[in-house]
Structures are given as structure tokens and as C-alpha cells.
């Protein structure tokens, strides 16, 4: 069983930096593709970042080109998401996927096999 836990969220002002981090309880989280999701109160689950197994390939939304950046260490079975110039929309419980089959970053919320509790970021305008 994989278990992932996010932590990083707090209450930040516009124009404000957070780095989420998302800790894998295997070491198996390695060979995983990692995502990053939000979810803001009424909305769906929106797509904010992948990585793939080798970093190699990463992907963002729309919302988030350039002022977000996702990464990863292996070595400490972990995935981060640095969130610069943040903005009062970007306010959501954010959650951390992991897609165990393929290593392949993707978009698409469907192929994630395991999902953390979120945390939550707010920011103040």
C-alpha cells in the first residue's frame, strides 16, 4: 500500500511563495509518475503539475505556467511543488498523486492510482 502525505500549505499573501512536499511511504515511489492536483470549495479537481520517473518530463496547467515548478528527489522518495507569485485563485486544498503503471507523467486525474489527504493553501489578497 502506498501512502502519500502532503505538507507545505499555510496561509500566504499575493505575491508570496509556498513549497509543497509530498512524502512516499515506499521506496517504490521511485519508478512512479507523481502529479499534483487542487481543489478549490464548489470546483472540480483541476490538474496543476506531473513529473515523470526521471524528471525528464513535467507538465503544468495552464493557471500555473510559470509561476509553478514541480521536482523531485528519489533518494528521499519525495515530490515538491515550488509555488512563486501566488495569487488569491490559487487558494484550494492541494493533493499529490502517484501513477504506479507506466512512470509516464499525465494530466489526467484518472490514471492516478493513489492519492494523499491535501493540504491546504490560502492565499490573501
Known amino acids: 500500500q502506498v501512502q502519500l502525505v502532503e505538507s507545505g500549505g499555510e496561509l500566504v499573501q499575493a505575491g508570496g511563495s509556498l513549497r509543497l512536499s509530498c512524502a512516499c511511504s515506499?521506496?517504490?515511489?521511485?519508478?512512479?509518475?507523481m502529479g499534483w492536483f487542487r481543489q478549490a470549495p464548489g470546483k472540480e479537481r483541476e490538474f496543476v503539475s506531473a513529473?515523470?520517473?526521471?524528471?525528464?518530463?513535467?507538465y503544468y496547467g495552464d493557471s500555473v505556467k510559470g509561476r509553478f515548478t514541480t521536482s523531485r528527489d528519489n533518494a528521499k522518495n519525495t515530490v515538491y511543488l515550488q509555488m512563486d507569485n501566488l495569487k488569491p485563485e490559487d487558494t484550494a486544498v492541494y493533493y499529490c498523486?502517484?501513477?504506479?503503471?507506466?512512470?509516464?507523467?499525465?494530466?489526467?486525474?484518472?490514471?492516478?492510482?493513489?492519492w494523499g489527504r491535501g493540504t491546504q493553501v490560502t492565499v490573501s489578497s
Open positions: 513529473i515523470s520517473v526521471t524528471s525528464g518530463t513535467t
Open positions: 498523486a502517484a501513477e504506479i503503471h507506466h512512470g509516464i507523467a499525465t494530466k489526467l486525474r484518472g490514471d492516478y492510482d493513489y
Open positions: 515506499t521506496r517504490a515511489c521511485r519508478t512512479y509518475a
